[in-house]
T-cell receptor, first 119, second 111 residues
Framework: GAVVSQHPSRVICKSGTSVKIECRSL??????MFWYRQFPKQSLMLMAT?????????EQGVEKDKFLINHASLTLSTLTVTSAHPEDSSFYIC???????????????FGPGTRLTVL | SQELEQSPQSLIVQEGKNLTINCTSS?????LYWYKQKYGEGLIFLMM?????EEKSHEKITAKLDEKKQQSSLHITASQPSHAGIYLC???????????FGTGTRLQVTL
């Protein structure tokens, strides 16, 4: 199946700094990528939909100025957590749709996740 | 918005036993996905169901989508320690191809 990578896998930063997380589709081109956030023992919450060449679509309650998304190419989307605070500590997971799969119901492939800890 | 409720929330079974996880949707399901996640890792795709009454199997895992397309079940036969993890159902809402995830079921398999 298709492979999605994330970098870094873990990051620890001081409060007030910004952190960039990369999501790459390794063997396919992804016009759409998704960013999720997962708190301990909870499900995944969709934060935003990242569209190549256009602005991201944010879910209700997600601050677009806080979580900057850039989808500059068909294989790379980045999520930047600006001025991070301890409450931003979480597990961030990206996924990408493979337009090569048949039909409307396109499967999503998930990255391994990035654990962010803000001190 | 669509909501997915999974039951049970957590499950501990002895190795070799069968188990079933349910996923119930508040709306009609256009596409239902089952994923497995190990703690602190990404999601592994298991199966996708589209049609009412559809059933798919892979190794010892079988997933079904009911005729009304509002409930799915995941059945594991003769569970093994390798089956341990968090099982998540995800629904394609039919618009913008966004996935909404269920509340998750944490499975532990004891020896």
């Amino acid at each position: 199946g298709a492979v999605v990578s994330q970098h870094p896998s873990r990051v620890i930063c001081k409060s007030g700094t910004s952190v960039k997380i990369e999501c790459r589709s390794l063997d396919f081109q992804a016009t759409t990528m998704f960013w999720y956030r997962q708190f301990p023992k909870q499900s995944l919450m969709l934060m935003a939909t990242s569209n190549e060449g256009s602005k991201a679509t944010y879910e209700q309650g997600v601050e677009k100025d806080k979580f900057l998304i850039n989808h500059a190419s068909l294989t790379l989307s980045t999520l930047t957590v600006t001025s991070a605070h301890p409450e931003d500590s979480s597990f961030y997971i990206c996924s990408a749709r493979d337009p090569g799969t048949s039909g409307y119901y396109n499967e999503q492939f998930f990255g391994p996740g990035t654990r962010l800890t803000v001190l | 918005s669509q909501e997915l409720e999974q039951s049970p929330q957590s499950l501990i079974v002895q190795e070799g036993k069968n188990l079933t996880i349910n996923c119930t949707s508040s709306k009609t399901l256009y596409g239902l996905y089952w994923y497995k996640q190990k703690y602190g890792e990404g999601l592994i795709f298991l199966m996708m169901l589209q049609k009412g009454g559809e059933e798919k199997s892979h190794e010892k895992i079988t997933a079904k989508l009911d005729e009304k397309k509002q409930q799915s079940s995941l059945h594991i036969t003769a569970s093994q320690p390798s089956h341990a993890g968090i099982y998540l159902c995800g629904a394609d809402s039919g618009t913008a191809s966004k996935l909404t995830f269920g509340t998750g079921t944490r499975l532990q398999v004891t020896l």
